[in-house]
């Protein structure tokens, strides 16, 4: 399953590595469902792939951590503004991380299929805040339990254009 997901991985990773020369890129973070930094790069004018490295300690006593990245496919809803730099957005994506806790769960591995919303809010030409939400299936594979549950997050981040 490991093997699957590393293929799913680096398969979109080169997909979206043929880019045009002129796409603007960003670096950024975001908190909230964990933390996260992130590289993103514009595909077309309406439309992006994000790059994910996550970082998420859970429960009330932190006594599980997990390690994981995502792609997300970014789109913009046509043309639509919501005034003042307000700009809404969709996508899909695709989660995966491996956990460790302190409980008989042990060791085990996540993957995280979603769906998300979001808005961002042009602060100035490099800099954007964002929010977003997003949910899917959340498949949990452990050495002492496996179960399938429905996933949500939600974030707010922060983008840096580093050329256009």
Do not use: W
Request: hydrophobic residues 35%.
């Amino acid at each position: 399953m490991l093997s699957l997901m590393k293929k799913t991985l680096i398969g979109l990773l080169a997909l979206s590595a043929i880019s045009t020369a002129s796409a603007a890129n960003y670096v950024g973070g975001s908190i909230g469902s964990g933390f996260s930094i992130h590289y993103q790069t514009d595909r077309t004018a309406t439309s992006a792939m994000r790059y994910s490295l996550n970082l998420d300690a859970t429960q009330f006593d932190f006594n599980q951590l997990t390690l994981g990245g995502s792609v997300d496919y970014l789109s913009n809803f046509g043309s639509q503004s919501l005034g003042s730099g307000i700009s809404p957005y969709y996508g899909l994506g695709l989660g995966a991380g491996v956990g460790i806790n302190d409980n008989s769960n042990g060791t085990g591995v996540g993957i995280y299929p979603h769906g998300l919303v979001g808005l961002k809010y042009q602060i100035s030409t490099p800099l954007s805040l964002f929010g977003e939400v997003n949910a899917g299936p959340d498949i949990q594979l452990a050495s002492g339990d496996t179960h399938v549950d429905f996933g949500y997050g939600l974030r707010i981040g922060i983008n840096y254009m580093l050329n256009r």
